[in-house]
């Protein structure tokens, strides 16, 4: 109980002090004192999933939380995105309530006295970190494994792809045989896991056979996406979301609450009562905050803003290089930053020099801020950027306030993990929102 009552009182005091969410830091400080918290309370819970890969874990975990909350499924989930072992470990204690009827005598194994775990709970969603899911994986013992995607992460932290699915493949050894398997068969790294597995994609290679497939894609800028799920093709799906990558999560959800038993129109009642993780495709009065952590997600993110880019929007870039953000930051190398040129953004045809022509001018202006601000504006320079629309402030704060002066468009924020939670603390200081963990 020593672990739980620490835990507790992280909790209390970082949120009181507002310098957290109690999201990570109670979890990490039980865990000292008791390293088989974890183990121990989600053995309470009846049936568990778990969700992991390189992109797109916070929101298809949402998605499937809010399937399963549909139909009257209680749901305990990490949904701030915190997800390390003590993301999941401060879940679990924040739901947990230590002493019933007086009781000052419960130990940790007395599972119906730990009232709010699995007395409280039928579904635990948890995303799990790539390199983590190795780890945590044996001590949830999943009843549902989700495979999104892999690709290029965090050298510093993951290594190549290669190392992350070799992982996965051995701990997959380690789990039930009965647990179901679900993975992203258009994804090649993440098919070679298991033959044993229900698939879902969008046919991208002919050689997998895909369980679930989405057809006929009709995007509608960021108000979402429309398509038809296959073999269900009477199903028409409206997303609220926009981006092919989270179609690709809707399916994964999709796939998730079918192994629950949940119906397909069911799922699609669910929709309209989707709301985004802070951060994720956020939408604010100004704008949209959409965060990027690596090449692809980010590529992803700049494929699916570029159509709408007008002339009087304005980008706002802050990158930080923070442990939980990975210090080697030359994955902005790989992004295809120049997918977000504008004509009026672009150096002119047959001249090397920035054009100065738009020096005065705020629109199609781009704030490039936080810590690695310099590295990043190097990167847009050699991506062929006017470097006359290029502002470097890395306070971020500072950085946001000169974005919004005079904006007569859309104001489209791209940070990275820790730039975001910074962004968010701006955000509830100004009165613009609350709290990130008071809106899950």
């Known amino acids: 109980l020593t672990a739980i009552a ?31 918290l974890v183990t121990e309370l989600i053995s309470q819970v009846p049936k568990n999933i778990i969700i992991t890969g390189t992109n797109g874990k916070t929101t298809t975990a949402r998605m499937l939380s809010t399937m399963a909350t549909q139909i009257g499924l ?25 002493f019933e009827s007086g009781s000052t005598t419960l130990t940790i194994p007395q599972s119906r006295r730990l009232r709010g775990v699995g007395t409280n709970f039928d579904l635990g969603i948890w995303e799990v970190d790539e390199a983590a899911f190795n780890s945590v994986a044996p001590k949830i013992k999943p009843d549902i494994i989700v495979f999104l995607n892999v690709s290029r992460d965090q050298l510093d932290r993951y290594g190549e792809v290669d190392a992350v699915v070799k992982g996965w493949k051995q701990t997959l050894k380690l789990v039930s045989p009965k647990a179901v398997i679900i993975l992203n068969g258009d994804d090649i790294s993440v098919n070679s896991l298991t033959n044993k597995a229900v698939r879902f994609g969008l046919g991208n290679t002919k050689k997998v056979k895909l369980d679930l497939e989405a057809r006929d894609l009709k995007t509608n800028g960021l108000s979402g996406t429309e398509f038809i799920v296959t073999p269900y093709a ?7 979301v926009p981006g092919i990558y989270n179609i690709y999560n809707f399916l994964a959800a999709f796939a998730a609450a079918q192994s629950l038993g949940i119906k397909p129109g069911q799922i699609i009642k669910s929709l309209p009562n989707y709301k985004s993780a802070f951060g994720r495709v956020e939408k604010l009065d100004f704008g949209y ?72 001018s705020r629109d199609n202006m781009i704030w490039i801020s936080g810590s690695r601000a310099y590295d990043l504006a190097l990167r847009l320079k050699y991506a062929g950027f006017n470097a006359n629309n290029l502002i470097i402030e890395p306070n971020l704060k500072k950085a946001f ?3 919004q002066e005079g904006l007569k468009g859309t104001l489209y924020i791209l940070p990275t993990y820790t730039a975001m939670l910074q962004l968010q603390e701006i955000l509830v200081k100004a009165g613009i929102k609350k709290h990130y963990w008071e809106e899950v």
């Open 6 to 36: 620490i835990g507790k009182v992280v909790s209390k005091v970082t949120r009181l002090l507002k310098i957290g969410g109690g999201s990570a830091a109670p979890g990490y400080y039980a865990l000292k004192i008791h390293p088989k």
């Open 74 to 98: 209680r749901v305990i989930s990490n949904s701030t995105g915190s997800n390390l072992e003590r993301g999941i470990a401060s879940t679990l204690l924040a739901k947990l309530h230590l």
């Open 401 to 403: 306030q000169a974005s």
């Open 234 to 240: 009477n199903i028409k799906v409206k997303l609220p």
């Open 289 to 360: 905050i959409l965060l990027i952590k690596n090449p692809v997600g980010a590529t992803e993110v700049f494929k699916t803003i570029t159509p709408m880019l007008k002339k009087e929007d304005r980008l706002l870039l802050p990158l930080n290089d923070n442990l939980a953000d990975g210090t080697d930051v030359s994955w902005i190398w790989d992004v295809d930053f120049e997918l977000a040129q504008n004509p009026s953004l672009r150096k002119p045809e047959g001249s090397s020099e920035p054009r100065t022509a738009r020096a005065k």
